[in-house]
């Protein structure tokens, strides 16, 4: 391990430190689970609470081109680095499941970037879980 530089002042704040909105969502339509789907989405997200978005990066089977039938996979998932930390998905297509992770040291609006949310999903989606952790 590298040692701290001499200098080096531990920093105090006042304050909490960061926020967490995690979602977790189920009846979700299909077409939320493609990448085509989910770095758009996740743009959108990032403007409407205001986070300037670093590079975007997604993993998983998507649709199969050479088939009507969706390939058999796990789900997709995506990562959106933040200038101030990072939102993940993970969103799983065979139970219509996705979860959301939105986690920065800075500010933003919880009901802001649910209302987002839900604004671009099917409407007979289920928030089955909704936690907003205050780190220190």
Same mark, same amino acid.
């Given at each position: 391990?590298?040692?701290?530089?001499?200098?080096?002042?531990?920093k105090t704040?006042?304050?909490?430190?960061?926020?967490?909105?995690?979602?977790?969502?189920?009846?979700?339509?299909?077409?939320?689970?493609?990448?085509?789907?989910?770095?758009?989405?996740?743009?959108?997200? #990032? @403007?409407? %609470?205001?986070?300037?978005?670093?590079?975007? *990066? &997604?993993?998983g089977n998507?649709?199969?081109?050479? /088939?009507?039938?969706?390939?058999? #996979? @796990?789900? %997709?998932?995506?990562?959106?680095?933040?200038? *101030? &930390?990072?939102?993940?998905?993970?969103?799983?297509? /065979?139970?219509?499941?996705?979860?959301? @992770?939105?986690?920065?040291?800075?500010?933003?609006s919880p009901?802001?970037?649910?209302?987002?949310?839900?604004?671009?999903?099917?409407?007979?989606?289920?928030?089955?879980?909704?936690?907003?952790?205050?780190?220190?």
């Open positions: 391990m590298t040692p701290l530089p001499k200098n080096y002042k531990k704040i006042k304050g909490p430190y960061g926020l967490l909105l995690s979602l977790d969502i189920h009846k979700v339509d299909e077409r939320f689970f493609t990448a085509e789907f989910l770095k758009p989405f996740i743009e959108g997200l #990032c @403007d409407t %609470i205001k986070f300037k978005r670093g590079p975007f *990066h &997604s993993w998507d649709y199969n081109e050479n /088939e009507e039938k969706k390939v058999k #996979c @796990d789900g %997709i998932s995506c990562i959106q680095f933040l200038e *101030h &930390s990072s939102i993940t998905c993970h969103a799983i297509d /065979e139970l219509g499941y996705i979860f959301i @992770d939105i986690f920065t040291c800075d500010t933003f009901s802001l970037a649910e209302q987002y949310i839900l604004s671009k999903l099917n409407k007979d989606i289920e928030i089955v879980s909704e936690t907003k952790i205050i780190r220190h």
